[in-house]
């Protein structure tokens, strides 16, 4: 009899926060320099957006009223309008408007790759930007329907194991500590 195993989150799949601290220092650093990889690699942290999901927003997927970006979901996900802090915003648009292609980051899924590995704090893969967001948004609201929402996950069950990674973690450190 097969038994279904259930995805299972843990330290490795996500950025801790002096990585995700360290990271944002290197954007900052380097967003004059190279303001498209750091607008894009930001980009992927505030939405939540899959590695082929970023690469598939185009300019008209962004709502300059609201401060969204349309996601596209892939894999079986929704579609997703996320909300983009502000000073965030004004950086994608104004890149938007420079950038000729209708693409807004005209890049392969390898480029894209070799970015992260220029910018990444740890040996750690480019979904973890995913799962980063996804966990701060948790911690944030503690509303799991908000984060499926956000995620584009159809399954509520996907994206319990956010609620469950943090409840468990918080819990054990107050029963143990």
Same mark, same amino acid.
């Given at each position: 009899?097969?038994?279904?195993?259930?995805?299972?989150?843990? *330290?490795?799949?996500?950025?801790?926060?002096?990585?995700?601290?360290?990271?944002?220092?290197?954007?900052?650093? @380097?967003?004059?320099?190279?303001?498209?990889?750091?607008?894009?690699?930001?980009?992927?942290?505030?939405?939540?957006?899959?590695?082929?999901?970023?690469?598939?927003?185009? *300019?008209?997927?962004?709502?300059?009223?609201?401060?969204?970006?349309?996601?596209?979901?892939?894999?079986?996900?929704?579609?997703?309008?996320?909300?983009?802090?502000?000073?965030?915003? *004004?950086?994608?648009?104004?890149?938007?408007?420079?950038?000729?292609?209708?693409?807004?980051?005209?890049?392969?899924?390898?480029?894209?790759?070799?970015?992260?590995?220029?910018?990444?704090?740890?040996?750690?893969?480019? @979904?973890?930007?995913?799962?980063?967001?996804?966990?701060?948004?948790?911690?944030?609201?503690?509303?799991?329907?908000?984060?499926?929402?956000?995620?584009?996950?159809?399954?509520?069950?996907?994206?319990?194991?956010?609620?469950?990674?943090?409840?468990? *973690?918080?819990?054990?450190?107050?029963?143990?500590?």
């Amino acid at each position: 009899m097969a038994t279904s195993t259930r995805y299972s989150l843990n *330290k490795n799949k996500y950025l801790l926060e002096p990585e995700l601290k360290h990271l944002m220092d290197l954007l900052s650093r @380097h967003m004059e320099s190279d303001s498209r990889n750091c607008i894009m690699l930001l980009t992927a942290l505030k939405t939540g957006a899959r590695a082929q999901e970023l690469l598939n927003i185009k *300019k008209a997927d962004l709502d300059i009223y609201e401060e969204t970006i349309l996601i596209r979901g892939i894999k079986g996900s929704n579609d997703r309008e996320i909300p983009v802090p502000s000073m965030l915003f *004004k950086k994608i648009n104004a890149y938007s408007n420079a950038q000729p292609d209708q693409r807004l980051f005209p890049i392969t899924y390898n480029r894209l790759r070799q970015i992260w590995d220029l910018y990444r704090p740890t040996q750690k893969k480019f @979904h973890c930007l995913r799962h980063t967001f996804a966990i701060e948004l948790y911690k944030k609201t503690r509303d799991v329907r908000l984060v499926q929402v956000a995620l584009g996950h159809r399954n509520i069950m996907n994206t319990m194991i956010y609620a469950d990674y943090v409840y468990s *973690k918080q819990e054990l450190k107050k029963l143990i500590l």
